[in-house]
């Protein structure tokens, strides 16, 4: 699978390790350096890990044995650790936490998904909308989101989030000025009409844009697509979801800032979006001016590039 950050992305290989490449300067990247990367470098110290999530400056990863490691800028306390730690280039674990299924992450706000279908909050006060609101919130402590039945994924852009029924149905709710109601502010989760989704198999959100793969392998987007995030060919955001253009039989997708990254059955990893730090990828380890802002998705690394 993989996720992308703002100006970074992580890629888990199939023997539980982990893979980071683009910005770095707070150690997102989890090779104990500050230092950028355009072509992929291992996380230190990871392994067995299941799933991973990165957002602007922080990166975490699921184990197998339920537990969350975090690494990077520790912005508000987000990293769920103490707050005197302003940044860490290697993995660190969360203490307090068990029986983790899924997690999510935006700049300032902790999503994990616990194991009886519950969701685990912490992080920056101010995000608190996106967990119904709550009055008493205390950034260091955990908190639980009720008013959520049978879920099975969480995905969390810059001010709203995304669920996944087991039935295939997505729920949104936060801040989102490309809200499909026309509804800036929606604290508690709302059900999109199966007109405009269903069968999903699985979400994604970036900074401001949703994404989603369907039953089929075809994935669909909304929200802000200035740089070209939602892969349509055009710079032109959206409200209602629209098909991705020249991709299918995808396996995992990630929103970041403002860029997208998608794994094919194969494999393989391409990626569409805004592309300056080299977000995106580079074959060659070299981004060029005209690759700046890319409208459709590219193949960014084969199947071989991670074994």
């Given amino acids: 699978m993989v996720s992308a950050g703002k100006d970074h992305n992580l890629a888990l290989r199939r023997d539980g390790t982990v ?34 999530a990165a957002a602007e400056g922080h990166s975490l990863a699921l184990k197998r044995d339920g537990t969350i490691w975090v690494w990077g800028f520790n912005s508000d306390g987000v990293l769920g650790l103490n ?6 280039e290697v993995p660190l674990k969360v203490e307090g936490l068990g029986e983790i299924v899924s997690i999510a ?20 006060r101010r995000y608190k909308h996106l967990c119904g609101d709550i009055d008493l919130w205390d ?40 809200d499909l109601w026309r509804e800036n502010k929606r ?5 999109i009409e199966r007109e ?8 994604a959100a970036g900074y401001k844009h949703a994404l989603v793969v369907k039953g089929d392998g075809s994935v669909w987007a909304w929200g802000m697509n200035r740089r070209g995030q939602l892969g349509d ?14 991709i ?4 995992s997708i990630s929103g970041g800032g403002w860029h997208t990254v998608a794994v094919k059955e194969d494999g393989s990893i391409w990626g569409w979006g805004f592309n300056y730090f080299g977000q995106v990828g580079s074959r060659d380890g070299v981004v060029r001016e005209e690759d700046y802002v890319i409208t459709t998705p590219v193949e960014v690394f084969d199947k071989s590039f991670f074994g």
């Fill in 139 to 178: 950034k260091r402590k955990f908190i639980i989101i009720d008013k959520l039945e049978d879920i099975v994924a969480i995905a969390l852009g810059e001010n709203h989030a995304v669920a996944l029924r087991q039935d295939g149905r997505v729920l949104t709710w936060g801040v989102f000025e490309y």
């Fill in 105 to 124: 992450t935006n700049r300032y706000l902790v999503f994990a998904l616990r194991k009886d279908g519950r969701i685990v909050a912490w992080g920056e």
């Fill in 248 to 251: 299918e039989g995808v396996v």
């Fill in 187 to 191: 604290i508690f989760p709302v059900l």
């Fill in 196 to 203: 405009l989704l269903e069968d999903v198999r699985m979400i």
């Fill in 19 to 52: 893979w980071a490449w683009g910005r770095n300067e707070g150690g997102q990247l989890g090779d104990g350096t500050r230092e950028s990367k355009l072509v992929p470098v291992q996380v230190k110290g990871l392994k067995d890990v299941v799933m991973v």
């Fill in 233 to 246: 060919g055009t710079v032109v955001s959206k409200v209602f979801p629209v098909r991705v253009r020249g």
């Fill in 83 to 88: 707050e005197i730690v302003t940044h860490c």
